[in-house]
């Protein structure tokens, strides 16, 4: 009787862990096809998703974003990234997105270490590299066809503000 007992707790904390494993599975498979943005795009903006390496040799994610009605003129570009921890599907990429609608080619992304960017250990915080993802994202946007390279801003939310000014203090690129 004590082995019965033994065998049928075994096969039901077995057949459990299955059951707790296929459900953890279909959420997983779930949540990846979910958007996992906190906005709404703007209908008059499209999005695409980029990579780019800083001179580190990072790769570095980014969302860039485009009018929808931009024809052949060359529009002004605003390189964003959010607060720091923050990444690219939350508040830099609202702005991103909205400042698009207005006119201006953007490019919101997670600084190295952070988000979908490369980079170890994660979470790290360093100001040289995270002014370098700052000049590296302006490599990658000022040669975009679409961008005027005399019109290319940077746009940095609380904590990265410190590292987008001194992007812009170092790189003739960036107007202020």
């Not at 490599?139 to 940095?156: F, Q």
């Amino acid at each position: 009787m004590k082995k019965l007992s033994i065998l049928i707790a075994v096969s039901l904390i077995l057949l459990g862990q299955s059951y707790g494993q296929t459900l953890l599975t279909q959420n997983q498979k779930e949540m990846e096809n979910q958007e996992h943005y906190t906005f709404q795009l703007n209908d008059k903006v499209e999005r695409k998703e980029i990579t780019f390496k800083n001179r580190y040799g990072i790769m570095v994610s980014g969302d860039l974003y485009t009018p929808k009605n931009a024809g052949t003129e060359k529009l002004p570009a605003l390189v964003l990234s959010g607060p720091f921890g923050a990444v690219k599907e939350q508040s830099s990429g609202l702005y991103a997105s909205e400042l698009a609608s207005r006119g201006f080619v953007t490019l919101a992304f997670d600084p190295s270490f952070t988000g979908e960017s490369g980079g170890e250990v994660r979470g790290v915080a360093s100001p040289d590299i995270f002014t370098e993802d700052f000049s590296a994202a302006v490599d990658y946007i000022g040669l975009l066809p679409t961008v005027d390279r005399n019109r290319i801003g940077l746009m940095a939310i609380c904590g990265l503000s410190g590292m987008a000014l001194t992007a812009a203090t170092s790189d003739s690129r960036i107007k202020r």
